[in-house]
């Protein structure tokens, strides 16, 4: 059932099914769910049932999983920061620079900031200004 829409052979199906139904009106989109739905029920619902109907019922497995300490998570963690670290040194040197210019503008932003009062005034007013 592909309601009468044909997916080029260049094109990624799921883009493709998504700026289908993105673009369509909505009574086209509501007609296509419910084509699919009626040869879902009609072709695929009787296949499963019947894969059901023949399986050995199994028991269930009662898991015994249990969270790891957190010492064991924090040193999976670290293993694999410092995998990636290790895997991909330009983004590390592009985080350090990243750093060293958003320092360089704070500096720059708020250099001088204060200074057009004396010391002496903030040392007085210290505890004026904690309110």
């Known amino acids: 059932v592909n309601g009468g829409y044909k ?3 260049n094109y990624n199906p799921a883009d493709f099914v998504l700026h289908t139904l993105q673009t369509e009106p909505r009574e086209n989109v509501l007609a296509l769910a419910d084509a699919y739905k009626r040869d879902f029920e009609e072709s695929v619902a009787p296949v499963i049932e019947e894969v059901r109907s ?3 019922h199994v028991p269930e497995i009662r898991s015994k999983a249990r969270v790891a300490p957190m010492w064991v998570q924090l040193r ?3 293993k694999r920061d410092f995998r990636d670290i290790i895997r991909n040194p330009s983004v590390q040197i592009i985080k350090l620079v990243m750093t060293i210019v958003m320092a360089l503008i704070m500096g ?3 250099f001088d900031a204060g200074k057009d009062e004396p010391e002496t005034y903030w040392l007085a007013n ?3 200004n904690r309110d």
């Open 7 to 9: 997916c080029p052979s």
């Open 54 to 56: 023949k399986a050995i």
């Open 76 to 78: 999976e963690l670290l």
């Open 108 to 110: 720059c932003v708020f």
């Open 126 to 128: 210290r505890n004026h």
